[in-house]
């Protein structure tokens, strides 16, 4: 049995090339960094979670809820090939038994604060904003983009950033935790227009304080679908 399942919908993705120096401290016992076409990326990515069920179970109060978070992209090297995955700065949720599971169970950095959403669909276009809340202040990542999914191409930026289906976080300096995502292959809608309003030194930390002047190289809305996550495993 899967550990979670859940849809993941309205997956805002606002990606930035980021000197990997800067990640280097994170990437987990393991794994490498991984480049598209040289550059490396960072990736703030905000998204809703609904019908979550933990070993099958729907949680009450935890079923449907916002999640944002801060990641970057390893490579894992094994006898058939590669692993393309994602290791995670940070993650927020509103909800607080999410944040101690993740924390205690897979290793991860969550954090809980006051979250809410917006989506709102028309004919013509998909408008989604996602907010949270840290000393006292309301962070903010919107799109506005066009109704009609698109296909993801081979050998894109938006297959790089989207397409990972592994998750590595630090267990300690010696060992590596490692879980799989299965999800189907998704879809995206042109964005159209944008706004970031995330104070990122406050949410993050100093070494991304510089967020808060980058523009960002590339922006996604993916439709999503529905997921798994699997047990995890360490790597030693």
């Known amino acids: 049995m899967s550990f979670l399942k859940a849809e993941w919908r309205k ?3 606002v990606n930035y090339e980021i000197d990997p120096e800067i990640l280097k401290p994170y990437v ?3 794994t490498e960094l991984d480049f598209f076409e040289g550059k490396c990326y960072i990736s703030l990515v905000g998204f809703m979670f609904l019908n979550t069920k933990l070993l099958g179970v729907k949680i009450p109060f935890h079923v449907n809820f916002e999640e944002v978070n801060l990641r970057f992209y390893v490579r894992k090297a094994f006898d058939e090939g590669v692993k393309r995955g994602v290791v995670f700065i940070k993650e927020i949720v509103p909800k607080p038994a999410i944040t101690f599971i993740a924390n205690t169970i897979y290793n991860e950095n969550y954090e809980t604060l006051p979250m809410k959403h917006s989506w709102e669909t028309s004919n013509d276009s998909v408008n989604v904003t996602y907010q949270w809340k840290k000393n006292n202040s309301w962070n903010s990542m919107a799109i506005q983009a066009e ?3 698109n296909e993801i191409q081979p050998n894109s930026v938006v297959e790089f950033i989207a ?4 998750g590595y976080s630090k267990k300690n300096a010696k060992e590596t935790t490692e879980y799989e995502v299965k999800h189907p292959r998704w879809k995206y809608y042109p964005v159209k227009q944008h706004s970031v309003e995330v104070d990122f030194k406050s949410n993050y930390g100093d070494e991304f304080e510089f967020l808060n002047q980058a ?3 590339s922006i996604f809305l993916l439709e999503g679908s529905e997921i798994s996550v699997e047990d995890k495993i360490v790597l030693k």
């Open 215 to 217: 523009n960002p190289n």
């Open 147 to 149: 109704n009609r999914l």
């Open 163 to 166: 397409e990972h289906y592994w």
């Open 11 to 13: 997956l805002v993705m």
């Open 28 to 30: 987990p016992k393991g």
